[in-house]
């Protein structure tokens, strides 16, 4: 019996074989020109078609899956993490963390890499043959949230309880209403039951996740479901997004901060110009280092002696000789030696 060709693509559209539709003329080619047995034939004809809706269905359960993107576990740089290893997500790389419904809660600053860890567990996941489904927990509790004041909330629930792994994303990122912790509860407690898997990322502690969704009660209740077969992992090191920059390098020297409190002899500087490296003697430097006598002051520029008790005096009587002789003075210049004269002593200036 032969069948025409248009014949033998009609019966293979019938099986719903489209890729051995596709590929059985070039295979049949080659192996009349290798000589392959009918057997070699049939092998390949069948494992081709094998791998290619093995590779659909991946690709359809990866769109259903709505991640933002997508990763592996061979993508992730374990170099700069210090408390997460390759070796302690073994278990959750395998079919028994989906099987058994085990769960992980990442914590960690922004950057740090949790939703990449959670993605590429999810498509590990898929990769084995179960689904998956990535959600905010922002949107998640949105959803729930204007499903119950619509009436249907257990439809609205069952798209997020059925999947075999959940990703729960950006848990304490956004503000959430004050039903977050009664949506969410339902949506845990029904996917605890059931034994399927969980994966949370937070950049909040678990005690703070109370304040976060508004119920400290149910908060508790949440996590200690998670947690029952899961575990807590918390990521460190630098931002991913930003360690180009050296932003959060732990070995970057800290940045210097200039102490309110000036020491006494350290020059304060107002603008941007730098103090001369050496500076014009002056009045006060002078009297520091004992070149002019605590009792006689004498003003540079004069020639003349000026005693602080005499400018200091401030009763009216008749000024002495020296303070009748301060027009001949360079202006300001008394002054400034009656002031500094006052600061050496610890007088209050006036």
């Not at 290798?34 to 659909?56: K, M």
């Not at 790389?93 to 990442?106: M, N, Q, R, V, Y």
């Not at 005690?207 to 899961?230: C, P």
């Not at 050496?278 to 002078?286: G, K, N």
Request: charged residues 25%.
């Amino acid at each position: 019996m032969r069948l025409a060709d248009h014949e033998l693509d009609a019966l293979l559209k019938r099986l719903h074989l489209a890729n051995t539709r596709r590929a059985w003329r070039e295979l049949a080619r080659r192996a009349e020109q290798e000589n392959w047995t009918y057997h070699d034939f049939l092998t390949l004809l069948v494992t081709e078609e094998i791998a290619h809706r093995q590779q659909t269905r991946l690709e359809r359960v990866v769109r259903r899956a709505r991640f933002p993107f997508l990763k592996t576990i061979d993508d992730f740089n374990f170099t700069f993490q210090s408390t997460v290893r390759l070796s302690l997500l073994g278990s959750a790389l395998s079919a028994d963390f989906t099987t058994e419904g085990h769960c992980l809660i990442f914590n960690g600053k922004p950057g740090r890499g949790k939703t990449h860890l959670a993605i590429a567990i999810a498509y590990r996941a898929i990769q084995h043959g179960f689904d998956a489904l990535f959600v905010t927990a922002a949107e998640l509790i949105d959803d729930l949230s204007a499903a119950f004041r619509a009436g249907r909330f257990a439809a609205a629930l069952a798209p997020y309880t059925h999947p075999s792994v959940l990703v729960v994303d950006e848990v304490g990122y956004l503000a959430c209403g004050t039903d977050a912790a009664n949506v969410l509860f339902h949506v845990v407690n029904d996917r605890h039951r059931k034994k399927r898997a969980m994966i949370f990322t937070t950049n909040k502690p678990l005690n703070q996740w109370g304040r976060v969704l508004h119920d400290e009660d149910l908060a508790h209740a949440i996590v200690d479901r998670v947690l029952e077969r899961g575990r807590f992992l918390a990521l460190d090191g630098p931002s991913m997004r930003t360690k180009h920059l050296g932003i959060d390098d732990p070995t970057a020297p800290e940045p210097s901060h200039q102490s309110a409190r000036t020491p006494a002899r350290e020059v304060i500087r107002i603008s941007g110009i730098d103090a001369p490296e050496f500076p014009e003697p002056t009045i006060l430097r002078r009297l520091r280092s004992g070149r002019v006598s605590r009792d006689t002051r004498r003003v540079r520029g004069t020639g003349k002696c000026c005693s602080p008790r005499v400018l200091a005096d401030g009763s009216g009587n008749k000024p002495s000789a020296c303070a009748a002789s301060r027009p001949s003075i360079q202006p300001g210049i008394c002054d400034l030696a009656l002031a500094a004269s006052r600061f050496t002593e610890g007088m209050p200036l006036r």
